[in-house]
């Protein structure tokens, strides 16, 4: 099988390489000076997109300019995949701006480049149906399956929801974390190493990222809302 990876950033490049070691990758990119990794095959857009499978590896914001701009090269029964980490959005573009004979299933890889440090085996991996067969679907949760990961099939709105209050939560703590300014410690203790560990996790990825995530979620207002209220509380009772 030949797969196509569209956007070779930090997580697109990581993400070809982990394909390349089940499959041949074919790897593009708007930027001409983004490389691919090793064992996969940097190739022009134009030739990319002559593929039956695609992967989308774009910022969640960059996504409708993305998907107008490939919408009329793809080939007929195309399958385009998303990677990105909010669902109902970019699925709904992918909906309204592809053609009907173009196949859709939407993913999440809930990982990336520093959490699968030491490998992938037992990482979540969701799958959100789109325009695609039960078959395929069962085809696609199975090869990911045999990547080690840990996969979910569940509704783009599900995901985002569930989403919001553990990837989002943790990129927002991570990031206030980082500009409150905490940092290693001679008496750090094993809590402070894990609030150091999260900051590392969230804040090597690209800030667009963390915008997006906030963003384009449209449950993530919600839980900063709430930690806000938890924050205050907790602040009311230490002033009490």
Known sequence: MTVGVFGLGRFGSFWAGLLSDSCDVWASSRNPNRRAPAGVRRVEPEELFKLETIFLCVAISAMEEVLSGIAGKLVEGALVLDTCSVKSYPMDLMKRVLPQSVRI???HPMFGPDSARGGVKNLPMILCPGRITDPDLNEWKSFFSSLGLSVSVMG???????AAYTQGVAHYIGRVLKDLGIRESR???VGHKKLLEIVEQTCNDPWQLFLDLQRFNPYTREMRTKLKKS???IMAAIET
Request: proline fraction near 0%; charged fraction near 30%; charge should be negative.
């Open 105 to 107: 299933l939407g993913t």
């Open 156 to 162: 783009a709105s599900e995901h985002d929801r569930e």
């Open 187 to 189: 008496i750090a203790t």
């Open 231 to 233: 924050l205050d509380s």
